[in-house]
């Protein structure tokens, strides 16, 4: 099994998750922009934060084999406090580094007019950087919030193809599928969402545009969890060929469309799959 | 590697011609070069050059426009200090080529506190001629330390020195203390140090 997390905050986990991830087949990560827990009070935290994601974290990832890349956005929950509203002005040389996948997490965290404006001139960066969107939904007052990230997505004239919109359950999901955008789910050790309930909504709803992640981060959360997905799935009757689509070729295709994701030096896929040729990228 | 010889090493490489456009946009407007230094990395590719392996295109692009864009000093810093790890290798690389002088040295010593071997070896190159005797030392035991071969190190020889020597055989004390050994590269340049101060 190989595995592409596509969301996972890696700069809160130790060099022994690495060392796990490679070990049970997960090959290449995304790390998302996001909160770190502490509030940051000025926007040079920030720089360094994103410097760190390009630079020391893919150094350390590929000292055990894992190709790391991001995605950079100023988080809605931060978006809230005027000391970091400045960090939009940053974006723009960020957005064009080789290693930025997406704009993101981007979204909503309490649905504040301050949120509404940074949701809305990030998914107009995306779109001016040629970048996909990784959209985070809140979690309280979920189905309200995603229907409302929804509404924000179509009126900024984004492509939906090229936005994930994640943290979806059964309640949520049904509302972004037919919206044309990609379903993020992330499996977590407990509540939310867990390996046998993501097995039975790609059972009702299919593996097209589905992306598992573990968004692990310094919170309770388990980065093996995307593995352990595909083996729920395996024992439930889908083929490796399923597990292969939602956990690697799934992923690689969402983020291959920023023309950036760069798997050149990792192992040749065993020649069962074809996908691989989305893997570099255009541009 | 020399300015022409940059050149001479990207004919193959099928998107040259962004390369000649992005260098006539930086000579006339230099504001353009943060956002076509980034790009070129991926414009011209990440695949290593057929004669010279520990080269990119993309690499040899960045430097070709430092090169190429007039007033540099300013823009050099701040390229480097908003850059990513593949631009700032190819600003610690292009250094010894830009008429900078020394404004280039806080980068360099930057670049060797960092725990990116890339980056420690990018910063012994040529332009390390400008850094104090003491900083470089410690730039070649921190190679030694990390497994940076030292035949990345510009004029070794030449500046390797009885403090050098010192230092290097108190490391190979405490790792034989460790059970360890020294890399050979590093067991070698002690000896022809030592070599040379019998002479
Ligand atoms: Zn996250």
Known sequence: ?283 | MRADELRGALPGVPEKEWLSDAEARVRTDPDQLPALFARAGRKLGRQPLADRPDWTPGLAGRVLLLLAVPHKDDRVLDLYWHGDTGERLAVLHALALLPIGDAGVPLVEDALRTNDTRLVAAALGPYARHLSPATWRQGVVKCVFMGVPLSRVDRLDERADAELAAMLTGLAQERAAAGRRMPADATALLNRIQQKQED
């Open chain 1, 1 to 283: 099994m190989r595995v592409f997390d596509p969301h996972i905050h890696m700069t809160s986990r130790t060099t022994d998750d690495y060392r796990r991830m490679a070990d049970a087949g997960v090959r290449a990560v995304v790390e998302p922009a996001f909160w770190l827990g502490q509030p940051r009070t000025n926007p040079g935290s920030f720089a360094d934060y994103f410097d760190s994601l390009l630079g020391w974290e893919p150094y350390r990832a590929s000292q055990f084999g894992v190709r790391h890349h991001a995605t950079i956005a100023l988080n809605p929950k931060e978006a809230n406090d005027p000391r970091c509203r400045p960090v939009l002005d940053l974006l723009p040389r960020y957005l064009d580094k080789d290693g930025v996948v997406a704009v993101g997490e981007v979204g909503y965290d309490s649905m504040t007019p301050a949120e509404d404006e940074a949701f809305g001139t990030q998914l107009a960066l995306a779109r001016e950087f040629e970048l996909p969107a990784l959209v985070h939904t809140p979690h309280r007052d979920k189905a309200a919030g995603t229907r409302r990230t929804l509404d924000v997505i179509a009126e900024s004239g984004i492509d939906p193809g090229r936005v994930a919109v994640d943290h979806l359950n059964e309640v949520t999901v049904g509302l972004v599928r037919d919206t044309g955008c990609w379903l993020g789910f992330s499996i977590y050790p407990e509540t939310k969402m867990s390996p046998p309930r993501m097995v039975e909504i790609l059972q009702r709803y299919g593996t097209e545009r589905v992306l598992v992640n573990s968004a692990a981060d310094w919170g309770h959360s388990d980065p093996l969890l995307t593995v352990a997905t595909g083996e729920a799935m395996l024992a439930a009757g889908f083929t490796a060929d399923d597990v292969d689509l939602v956990l690697w070729r799934n992923p690689v295709a969402f983020y291959a469309q920023s023309g950036r994701l760069d798997l050149s030096d990792l192992p040749a896929p065993e020649p069962s799959y074809a996908g691989s040729s989305l893997a570099r990228g255009g541009s």
